[in-house]
Nanobody, 118 residues
Framework: QVQLVESGGGLVQAGGSLRLSCAAS????????MGWFRQAPGKEREFVAR?????????YADSVSEGRFTISRDNAKNTAYLQMNSLRPEDTGVYYC??????????WGQGTQVTVSS
């Protein structure tokens, strides 16, 4: 079992920045692959970024792969982060932290709202 708690969402103007945090508990954090997903109003949840257990490998969705978003983790703090820069109105949505354990099972956080105004 993995418990995830996201924080850091909010309202920001286009071009602004936010940093989301995801605090994890319940498993050895360095064995867990962490990811971020988002869900815009009326749309399906979509993948944003993921990072492996030791932070040596990251992968981004095409929509954020131009360097606007950066995923990272601090294994000493059992926390993953999503730094979001140059935010656009289309980045608006509920952002979910996800943890994938060695069995392949996913655990999800409760989500944090990000709203980007134009």
């Amino acid at each position: 079992q993995v418990q995830l708690v996201e924080s850091g969402g909010g309202l920001v103007q286009a071009g602004g920045s936010l940093r989301l945090s995801c605090a994890a508990s319940g498993r050895t954090f360095s064995t867990i692959r962490m990811g971020w997903f988002r869900q815009a109003p009326g749309k399906e949840r979509e993948f944003v970024a993921r990072i492996n257990g030791d932070g040596s490998s990251v992968y981004y969705a095409d929509s954020v792969s131009e360097g606007r978003f950066t995923i990272s983790r601090d294994n000493a703090k059992n926390t993953a982060y999503l730094q979001m820069n140059s935010l656009r109105p289309e980045d608006t949505g509920v952002y979910y932290c996800a943890a994938q354990v060695v069995t392949g099972k996913y655990y999800w956080g409760q989500g944090t709202q990000v709203t980007v105004s134009s």
